[in-house]
């Protein structure tokens, strides 16, 4: 991965609109929309199921990590098919990053797995989200549960220096089905480990755990299990959950959600928003059942 970073990009002098609490219904609907659209610079296939692409990014672009656009293509007719898609790479990054699942028959997905270098897609101009750092207390570790594609929104959070500014440790889970599975994370951890702007930091601070649940493998099963039975954190040696001192995202399946949502508010974890931080905060990779 190529990063063209500068220090000002790392510390944008932009003050940033409070773009969390906007509304993705005030995105543009319809047809296409010829300042909507981005190029696609690079693309790649990770499993059968999964791929990440990059594109340019329009500099007036402006998100906050751990957010998520509406992208998209245009259909035979030329209507607009817009989904949405958390942005992987960091708020200073110069181009744009998504990893994409491929649903056989998604509407979106069936046409999205074919693009290649050079083609438009559709980037409508609103970014918001709940995995914001603003809706965190402050902790000494923070941890980021994911799994599938809900590692994306994570991607950008692990390369951003407000993470590790606002914690002394950040243990990234990234659940899956299968090792395959976790190439894109790994690719992205070692990366961010070895970038010479941010890798210092991330080599001191980034915990990363991946774990499989339908093949053997260094560490396997669901986060749920791996978080209930205390493994996680003694196979850190790190203490067990705590309220004092702990902070938690979560981005994966509902069912993912609700099951870690139900284990944390038994520990009275409280859930964040932006006029009252707590303890943790929650975000769907996709709707539905998953595939
Ligand atoms: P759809 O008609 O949208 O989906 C068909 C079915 O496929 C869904 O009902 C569900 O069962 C399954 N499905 C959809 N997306 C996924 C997925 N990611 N993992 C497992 N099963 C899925 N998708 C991404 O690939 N990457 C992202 O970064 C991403 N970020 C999202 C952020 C938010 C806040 C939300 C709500 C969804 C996000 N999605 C993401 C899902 C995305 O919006 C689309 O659903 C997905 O691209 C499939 O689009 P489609 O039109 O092909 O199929
Ligand atoms: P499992 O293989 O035991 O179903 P998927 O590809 O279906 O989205 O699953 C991604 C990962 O999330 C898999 O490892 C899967 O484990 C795990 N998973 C699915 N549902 C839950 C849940 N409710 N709690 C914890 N992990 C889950």
């Known amino acids: 991965m190529e990063y063209r970073l500068t220090m000002t990009q790392l510390h944008p002098p932009l003050a940033m609109p409070d773009q969390a609490e906007k509304s993705l219904a005030s995105c543009p609907k319809g047809g296409n929309n010829a300042t909507d659209q ?109 799994t599938g594609t809900g590692f994306a929104p994570f991607a950008s959070l692990i390369r951003d220096p407000e993470t590790y500014e606002r914690f002394d440790e950040v243990i990234l889970v990234h659940g899956c089905r299968t090792i395959a599975e976790l190439g894109y994370s790994q690719k992205i951890v070692a990366d961010s480990r070895a970038h010479p702007l941010i890798g210092e930091i991330v080599t001191a601070k980034l915990h990363y755990v991946p774990s499989v649940t339908r093949e053997n493998f260094t560490q396997t099963g669901r986060i749920t299990t791996l978080l209930a039975d205390g493994k996680l954190a003694s196979s850190l040696s790190l203490p067990p ?51």
């Open 38 to 146: 981005v190029k696609v610079t690079a693309v790649t296939h990770w499993t059968d199921k999964l791929f990440s692409f990059q594109t340019d990014r329009p500099p007036s672009f402006r998100f906050q990590s751990g957010e998520f656009a509406m992208i998209g293509l245009a259909d035979n007719d030329g209507k607009a098919i817009t989904r949405a898609y958390s942005i992987a790479s960091p708020h200073w990054d110069d181009h744009l990053e998504f990893y994409s699942i491929i649903v056989p028959d998604g509407p979106l997905t069936s046409r999205l797995r074919h693009i290649q270098i050079g083609d438009d897609i559709i980037l409508r101009p609103k970014t918001t989200g709940t995995l914001n750092l603003a809706r965190l207390r402050d902790g000494k570790r923070l941890y980021l549960l994911a």
């Open 241 to 291: 959950l705590d309220l004092d001192s702990d902070r938690i995202m979560i981005c994966g399946s509902i069912g993912l959600n609700q099951d870690i949502a139900a284990q944390l508010l038994a520990k009275n974890f409280q859930e964040g928003n932006l006029s009252s931080p707590g303890d943790y905060v929650i975000e769907r990779a996709f709707v539905g059942d998953g595939i």
